[in-house]
């Protein structure tokens, strides 16, 4: 991904002025094949909105987003069509995401007759055994999903993903909805999901427990910037971004003896149609200077494989 923004113009009630919203502003990052890169932040940062663009189900303002070398943006509709096989999406509410007249079954063969895959009986046969992969069972074919438990739908969004056998998987908020030990039960079996199927994602929560969960290496987002990315390990070892500082203090340590500070954010997440100058972060920010309120800190690699956008890093 290289420079990629969206950027939205709307109309402000109040003053009926236009005004901009920068929901991906020049974001740039890599995702390598069998990784999960794990993006982090507050609801409204714009993690939802980036992920959308890299699959074109949103355009786009600026910048590009490369599959395997290749511009997805500018892909004739034929090639686009066989990488959009290669390239799923899951979503965080299942239950929004699929008919409530269909069942399981037609809805699992759906992404197979669009893409013109198999006879009737193959395609049959295909949803049977992606039912079993994700720990369902044949019974479930004929099942509507208002019958099932919101653990099973997420297996069925998961499974509609991969009958196509994609490659790249982007997961937006994928167990936001369940609770606690659901949530384990789906992320361990996406975990196995990608060893056997040799899958590549993109996981996107605000959650930065379930992040570090299943996250090789981690980007974190603040209003439509990327502001911090490392491996995982390094960025719980030594976050260097206020804003990641904030969000790591907040996540309960297991170990009782170990201190620490919990950092308080000073005032709410500023509307996106608030231009800020210099730092985005810097109303909030608790190590905000002079020069962080003029200039935006570019991302910088402070260590190897190690990215902030911070003038203090
Ligand atoms: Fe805080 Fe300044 Fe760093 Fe922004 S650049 S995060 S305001 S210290
Ligand atoms: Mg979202």
């Given at each position: 991904v290289k420079g990629l923004s969206k950027h939205y113009s709307t109309k402000r009630?109040?003053?009926?002025r236009k005004s901009l919203v920068k929901a991906v502003d020049d974001v740039s990052f890599h995702i390598y094949e069998g990784e999960t890169y794990g993006l982090v932040g507050?609801?409204?940062?714009g993690k939802s909105t980036l992920g959308k663009t890299l699959l074109r189900l949103v355009e786009p303002t600026a910048g590009e987003a490369l599959y395997q070398g290749e511009d997805l943006n500018r892909m004739p509709s034929r090639q686009l069509r066989a990488s959009r096989r290669q390239l799923q999406m899951v979503f965080q509410d299942p239950y929004s995401s699929l008919?409530?007249?269909?069942t399981i079954g037609r809805t699992l063969e759906e992404p197979l007759i669009i893409h013109g895959i198999g006879s009737p009986q193959e395609r049959t046969e295909l949803a049977m055994r992606m039912l079993e992969t994700v720990g369902?069972?044949?019974?479930?074919?004929?099942?509507?999903?208002?019958?099932?438990?919101g653990g099973q739908r997420q297996r069925i969004g998961l499974a509609r993903a991969l009958i196509l056998e994609p490659r790249l998987v982007i997961c937006d908020e994928p167990v936001s909805a369940l609770d606690v030990i659901i949530q384990s039960q789906i992320i361990n079996l996406m975990r196995k999901l990608q060893r056997e199927l040799k899958l590549t994602y993109l996981f996107i929560a605000h959650d930065i427990g379930v992040i570090r969960h299943i996250s090789d290496r981690i980007g974190v987002m603040y209003l439509g910037k990327m502001v911090e990315e490392a491996r995982t390990d390094d960025l719980f070892a030594q976050p260097l971004h206020p804003y990641t500082q904030v969000l790591l203090s907040a996540v309960p340590i297991p170990d009782p003896r170990v201190k620490k500070e919990r950092m308080i954010l000073q005032?709410?997440?500023?509307?996106?149609?608030e231009t800020v100058s210099g730092c985005a972060f810097h109303p909030r920010c608790?190590?905000?200077?002079?020069?962080c309120r003029k200039l935006a800190p570019a991302k910088r690699e402070v260590a190897p494989g190690h990215f902030a956008a911070c003038h203090l890093a």
């Open positions: 009630p109040a003053s009926f507050e609801s409204g940062c008919n409530p007249r269909k369902l069972q044949e019974e479930h074919y004929d099942r509507l999903p208002h019958e099932l438990s005032g709410d997440i500023p509307s996106p149609l608790p190590f905000a200077v002079e020069t």
